[in-house]
């Protein structure tokens, strides 16, 4: 026999584990040792960075921005047209971006240029939109 329990219901829609009610005298159901995850957890460190780079994401300016990013280059100024925001603005959004690595930039004299940092970050954002817009 198995050194775990198999949890059921019975046509009755009793809890059943192993065939019995797992319930104490007082009607609370027992711990069952059940089988673990398939894998273990991420190590904490790297799901800090995980939880960081989600973070920056959820803007929606930042996600607007990472949207026109997804298509081509921009300058800041181009950015800040297209997003109807002051240039300021668009650059305090794009450093938090930059900071978590999701865009990287390149300077042609006093112009400063955008491009998602690799296709990784248009793959995130290509699939989470097709997620938020599955019915």
Avoid at 65 to 91: F, P
């Amino acid at each position: 026999m198995s050194n775990y329990s198999y949890v059921t219901e019975s046509p009755a829609r009793e809890l059943k584990v192993d065939g019995r009610a797992p319930l104490d005298p007082h009607g609370v159901l027992d711990a069952v040792p059940l089988p673990g995850p398939a894998r273990d957890p991420i190590d904490p460190r790297l799901a800090g960075l995980l939880a960081g780079m989600f973070k920056a994401l959820s803007d929606p300016t930042r996600v607007r921005i990472v949207s026109l990013l997804a298509g081509e280059e921009l300058s800041v100024c181009r950015l800040a047209g297209a997003l109807g925001m002051t240039q300021s603005a668009v650059s305090h959004q794009l450093r938090t971006l930059r900071d978590m690595r999701l865009v990287r930039r390149r300077r042609t004299g006093r112009l400063i240029y955008y491009t998602l940092d690799d296709d990784h970050v248009a793959d995130l954002f290509e699939r989470g939109l097709a997620h938020v817009a599955h019915e």
